[in-house]
């Protein structure tokens, strides 16, 4: 018999025997006692924590929105504002020069509605600019832009059309670029709005009052009035998470330190705020919060101001929110790892200035608000159904994501009825925005410095179907690309990681975590395979 036999024969003799299976209980008893038990109780010791790190903050921040509401304490009454008036023997020189910077990107369902709007803005047309920052490399919607620029230069407007040889730094260098303009040198202000972004005519009139009497002020941001929140259940859960940003956090921001993000447009800055925080920078895709931290460490103050709205459009497709958010979490995180020092070693700004950065605007609402919601909702607490000795108290479980979410939730009081839409959705984004945090905080992979301009659709959903163009139909294959452009393997995996979770807690667990974990599934799997957000039939 030869060597291979007899190995074999061993081996069907101790499992006969059943050595193999009791060796094999016995290391999966230990592993189990040992360390995964034990490495399961310390991540939720860890998801616990920022829980209460997170539950705290928010509970400041309604403190403090409260008493902002009781008191009055509107901006006009922390600030001189004044309505700018015409001067008879000064003329329209009492009107400070602005600049109004458009940033483009192959817009061509928008261009024409931010351009419009601009150049509809009620200020004296000897004291402003408008202008068109065109990166598009699409030759047709370059030539549009231009098209739509002569059309408003002839009708008066001071308009400039500028490109630039390529696209380096994005949005960032188009910004940096169209500063260095030699007629930019006469403009003492320049306020910001992105291709999807439409101002209310007196948006001036409104915000550059706080200029001119407060010289301390570097900028003012707008609130965002979002024009398709309608559209489908996703946009309706981002107005509901986007209202608390802005009538919370950016309001709280304000009202406490004169700081807070920047939002990247619907914003007017003080140019000498810009010169003196060193420019745009390119180095992270948060190019509008790394001025703001800069200019801040330079003593210069923000101001929200809530009551001026600019419209603006949610992104409406899956693809598009993904991206966008993958910048979002990745951007502040990378800016975090890159400025911590710069802010701890600043000396014009004071101890709890910097504790507020770093902490609270840093810390906890751009890392620890992603991390924890993923790491605890869709992996700790999943889990636990297979490990009863691993108890999660209910307050963690129940108590504080219930208190945190009401917080939310009553800024937007029309979606009340969304809110658990609102949670199951969140925590599905929370996988991407907890990978984009990693990624910005490690500089880890090629994504962190990923760039992808959000789509915008403009009101193509709303235009009738042209029935003179031909209808082609899509070939097999083509539907078979698109079906798998739908599928996203990650949320699927996690739907299915959390469907096997909630089985077995429906069947052997005493916790009744199955309840949400069955929801949850269902969440990840909606999103998993594209049905969430607006589908737009190729054209």
């Excluded at 922390?78 to 009492?94: A, F, H, P, Q, T």
């Excluded at 208190?403 to 009081?413: C, G, K, Q, W």
């Amino acid at each position: 018999m030869d060597l291979v036999s007899l190995i074999s024969e061993a081996v069907f003799r101790l499992t006969k025997d059943g050595v193999i299976t009791q060796e094999l209980g016995v290391i999966w008893r230990q592993m189990r006692e040992f360390i995964l038990i034990p490495t399961l109780k310390v991540a939720v010791f860890l998801c616990l924590t920022m829980s209460v790190m997170l539950f705290i903050e928010r509970l400041y921040m309604g403190v403090v929105i409260l008493i902002v509401k009781l008191s009055g304490r509107k901006p006009e009454k922390r600030y001189k504002w004044e309505e700018m008036k015409d001067d008879v023997e000064l003329g329209n020189s009492n009107y400070p020069m602005v600049l109004v910077q458009i940033p483009m990107y192959n817009e061509k369902e928008v261009y024409q509605l931010s351009i419009g709007a601009a150049c509809a803005l009620s200020w004296p047309s000897d004291r402003i600019i408008i202008q068109v920052l065109d990166d598009s490399t699409d030759p047709v919607i370059k030539d549009l832009v231009e098209i739509e620029c002569q059309m408003w230069a002839s009708k008066g407007i001071n308009i400039k059309y500028e490109i630039r040889r390529n696209r380096n730094g994005y949005k960032a260098g188009a910004l940096k670029e169209g500063l260095k303009h030699s007629y930019v040198d006469m403009c003492d202000f320049v306020t910001i709005f992105d291709a999807d972004f439409q101002p209310d005519p007196d948006f001036l009139y409104k915000s550059i009052p706080y200029f001119v009497h407060n010289p301390e002020v570097g900028l003012v941001q707008a609130r965002w009035k979002f024009v398709n929140a309608n559209e489908c259940l996703m946009t309706r859960v981002q107005e509901m998470s986007l209202n608390y940003h802005f009538r919370v956090e950016q309001e709280v921001g304000s009202s406490t330190y004169a700081f807070f993000g920047f939002n990247g447009t619907a914003g007017v800055w003080r140019i000498a705020a810009i010169r003196e925080a060193g420019g745009w920078k390119d180095r992270t895709t948060v190019e509008d919060m790394d001025l703001a931290v800069r200019a801040s460490l330079k003593g210069w103050k923000f101001v929200y101001v809530g009551a001026i709205k600019v419209k603006s459009e949610l992104p409406s497709t899956f693809k598009a929110f993904r991206y966008q958010q993958h910048r979002w979490s990745c951007g502040p995180a990378n800016l975090f790892r890159k400025m911590v020092i710069e802010i701890i070693r600043n000396q014009r700004v004071d101890l709890w200035q910097k504790v507020h950065v770093i902490y609270s605007f840093f810390l906890v609402r751009k890392i620890i608000a992603h991390i924890v919601t993923f790491s605890f909702y869709c992996v700790v607490i999943p889990t636990c159904v297979f490990f009863p000795e691993v108890v999660v108290p209910i307050w963690g479980v129940f108590y504080v994501p219930t208190i945190i979410t009401v917080l939310n939730a009553i800024e937007t009081p029309r979606s009340i009825h969304l809110v658990i839409f609102w949670v199951l959705f969140e925590n599905v984004m929370s996988l991407h925005r907890s990978k984009g945090t990693l990624i910005g905080i490690l500089e880890a992979g090629g994504r962190v410095n990923e760039w992808v301009v959000t789509e915008k659709l403009g009101d193509t959903l709303l235009k009738p179907k042209d029935n003179n163009k031909p209808d082609i139909k899509s070939s097999k294959k083509s539907r078979f690309s698109a079906f798998r452009e739908r599928l996203h393997l990650l949320e699927l995996g996690m739907g299915t990681y959390i469907l096997v979770c909630a089985c077995y807690d429906a069947m052997f667990g005493k916790y009744w975590y199955f309840v949400y974990l069955f929801g949850q599934t269902v969440a990840f799997y909606v999103m998993g395979f594209g049905y969430v957000g607006t589908l737009i039939p190729p054209s």
